[in-house]
């Protein structure tokens, strides 16, 4: 079980968090083609190695925030 | 009978191929199978950066059934199942395919309207299923609690009697000997580290063992497809996760059908050698790292006791993860890619096993012709453009 670092209540365990995939997935400015639009709502980036990721503490204090995990040893570490 | 010491050559690669398979695993192999049994293409090589079929097909509970939900998945899993029918004949080898039954339980009202209306979709498309309630699921499967006052009361299931189980590592040994004697090279400790793309057309792959000329290239990588891809410039909607699995100690016989439940996310059958055999939901967040977290083996136990009381005192002997790709629909990616003569079948998620043959036939038909197979159509990169999405997320049976 991973031990994210939660911004307002400190370390914590995995159960109390809910995943939320990739961060900073910008919403498309302007005019946006079919493409575009598809790549921002399906694809996400997917790296073996270290991923920005959102966590939300569903089960405390209900910050989302920002952590980097390296998807393969599942080290984490703050954002740089 | 004798066993014979080796079921397939251990090539070092050639120089070129006219069809070059990235990934070992079963797909790969029953792909590589079909393209040489139906197409007669048998300058092919399958790369495997381990050992043959040591990924998901290794880490899989074996599961086959056919009872999607939409036209689009009920035909190509419907194909698969009829292929797993002959598949111990055709490849004169005994798969221990036992086609012992697939319950999948309801224990709400929402449950309850999903699996009957999933019942006429199967019956509408040929596809065998039966709705039973709780007295009869008792009668199919006497070990499960059917009780009113269990914690998640049985309120019905879906039937496949035509779904079951085989035995993962008979499949991928059949298939790779079927390959092999094709004339089929198997490379294993051959990892693929990037791709040559001249005029947006793939020419060959670079490998851990040197350059490899290919006519075609086709992925069937599983979780690591978006690894691969990322290699050719490609951005694939996957996302890998674990999906951990576990095993009992042998036992007795004690359970002779599948009996899965999506709304406590626990599947279970027996094996042939005893052990019961449970996967679990996959754990929420991206990982190549084939493990997951206890929190998920043990949510799953948990929901295992409450539907059967009798396994309370049995023993875990291990448990697992293997790496799943899973896609923003549940319905798995085949097809051709933007890169011409790279072709990509992934996606499967958590019910790859299953659509092992049938996926294999339409992929080896999909990369002979250039063109998608009709039952591979659907399932093109394309649909998420067109929003023509297949969603799956009800009868995939696992939490995505």
Redesign the interface.
Known sequence: MLLLDCPHCGPRDENEFHYGGQAGVPYPAGETTDEEWAAYVFVRDNPKGWFRERWFHVHGCRTWFTVERHTVTHEIRKPG | MTHPDFLWRNPDPRPAYDVVIVGGGGHGLATAHYLANNHGITNVAVLERGWLAGGNMARNTTIIRSNYLWDESAAIYEHSLKLWEGLSAELDYDLQFSQRGVLNLAHNLGDVREGRRRVNANRLNGVDAEWLGPEEVKKFCPVVNVSGSARYPVMGATLQRRGGIAKHDHVAWALARSADGHGVDLIQGCEVTGFEITSNRVVAVRTSRGRIAAGKVALAAAG?T??LA?QAGL??????HPLQALVSELLEPVLDCVVMSNAVHVYVSQAHKGELVMGAGID??????QRG???VIEAQMAAALELFPIFSRVRVLRTWAGIVDVS?DASPIIGRTPVDGLYVNAGWGTGGFKATPGSGWVYADTIAHDRPHPLAEPFALER???GALIDEHGAAAVAH
């Open positions: 690591h978006s690894v990322a951005r694939l909607p996957l996302q890998s929420a967040y991206n990982s190549y790292g977290g206890v929190h923003p998420f453009t067109t």
